[in-house]
């Protein structure tokens, strides 16, 4: 069941006062629309790279026009049922103050008799048409009080915290430079945090090697500076965080992943714009501002890293083509267009971790200070 956590006022009740409206209208429309002796319908926009635009101006992926509508029949009565008794789950959540982790509704389901889910992904999906129902209000998978089961990043740095204790909800204040060799990990939601810093900048690092690395090293400190570990595309509270501390803040956001078609178009795309099965909550969970520091294909030859690299596989160009052809945010970037052009022309890729040819700490010492200086220059 949802995990309880005692009768207190909600971190946002006008929130959750519009999530538990948009749920009842849903419902009472339904029940309206069956007392009439007619079939309801659901209506649900369609998620997907082809539904989607680019707008520099906005910053993020937002979706079209197309929908997909689910009308009550004999072959879709179950996923209609799921529907509705999901949205109940969430309303009594939101009520009670409660949540569930996307795991636990699933098991929740095997008390439905006929409409329960028969595996994890049926649920997922689900969950996911709610969203996108509702996302319009404003209202997340978060706000429906459903939660991943894995945690966000690592953070590190020149970053204080104000969290709440879980019990009393008295502010708890967080220094994230006091975590010793370990961090401070991202929670699932992170709507009612605040943050105090005098850092200059975040770096968002795709792997958690390089993460230690900087960290154990004192960069942070030294840089005036807040690090986060996305350790691959990151998570969507991981996204969240750093939107909110980029707004919140003021910050700009820098972010350093592998040289490769994945790391670009997948990691750092996701961080920037969003994705287009998710375009219905890019707006909440995309960071804008963000730039790309590196690895660049152009660093492999001012940093002489030839032969550190590996050949680009066939997925690989294959992605960097599809990139140019069909991603909005990339075709309407002439310089990710001259970066991609580049890459499939050096026919390489490069690890983060290619920098350390030149020393352990070379990434500290040398690439990081050299590329610091020109932000401008980063690509967009």
Known sequence: MAKKSGKHKSANPELDRVTVQCIEKVAGTVLDTIQKKKQPELSFPVRSLSNVDYDAKKGFFELGDSVSTRTLTVNSVKTFAQTLKLMGLSKQMVEEDNWATKREAYYVSKNWKEARFLEQPESDTVMDDIEAMFSLHGVTREQLRFVPDEHGGAVAGELTVIDRDPTTHEPIEIDCT?????AYSIPSSVEHLKFRTNAKFILAIETGGMFQRLQSNGYPQEAHCIIVSMAGVPTRSTRRFLRRLSDDLDLPVYAFVDCDPYGIANIYRTLKVGSGNAAHINQFFCVPRARFLGVTPQDILDFKLQDATHPLQEVDEKRARDALKNDPFFKKNKAWVKAFEQMLTM????????????????????????KLKSPATFLP
């Open 178 to 182: 006091k975590f010793g060799t370990g």
């Open 347 to 370: 026919k390489v890729r490069a690890e983060q971790q290619a920098l350390t040819k030149w020393g352990l700490n070379y990434v500290i010492e040398n690439y990081l200070p050299r």
